[in-house]
């Protein structure tokens, strides 16, 4: 059962994406060489920082996640839908977006094939890493909710006595 949310839960939701996506860069940025900074602009500083411009076009992505996880992954608007088909569909939107983000905000070039595999592995792990995260606390919650309901039955039954 899905819980009703506020404005301020997305709102939480979306500065916990951006926070996510501003560590992973942070570690990019620490990880990668000076050279880096001509190659993209979101390496610009390399491991000197990270640009104003840059963090608010990641704050775009985030709020852009954040609209694609209410449209694809609650039942706000595609109810009957399956989960396997709304992932399909939440992964493809949020793949399509940073591909249109790369190419208008110059996040690495164009015609580099090497840019492209790049960001294709590195789109895939956070994929995969997303969608385990996202198993296991499903796991934990329906555990929960398990042992909530196995607690109610023996109640139910002690009371008939």
């Not at 989960?83 to 790369?102: E, S």
């Not at 329906?142 to 042992?147: F, G, H, L, P, T």
Request: charged share 20%; glycine share 4%; hydrophobic share 55%.
């Amino acid at each position: 059962m899905e819980e009703k949310r506020s404005i301020f839960s997305y709102i939480s939701q979306m500065f916990a994406t951006y926070g996510a996506i501003v560590v992973m860069f942070i570690v990019f940025n620490l990880i990668l060489d000076e050279s880096t900074g001509q190659y993209s602009t979101l390496f610009e500083l390399a491991g000197k920082g990270i640009t104003l411009v840059t963090l608010l076009e990641l704050l775009l992505l985030s709020v852009v996640v954040t609209v694609a996880q209410i449209v694809f992954l609650t039942d706000a608007v595609f109810k009957d839908l399956s989960m396997i088909l709304r992932n399909v569909f939440f992964f493809a939107a949020i793949l399509t977006v940073i591909v249109a983000f790369a190419c208008m905000f110059g996040w690495f070039p164009i015609d580099d094939a090497k840019a492209w595999a790049g960001f294709g592995v590195s789109f895939a792990l956070s994929m995969a890493a997303s969608i385990l995260i996202t198993r296991f606390v499903e796991k934990a919650e329906n555990a929960r909710m398990q042992e909530a309901l196995e607690k109610y039955n023996r109640e139910m039954h002690d009371g008939d006595r």
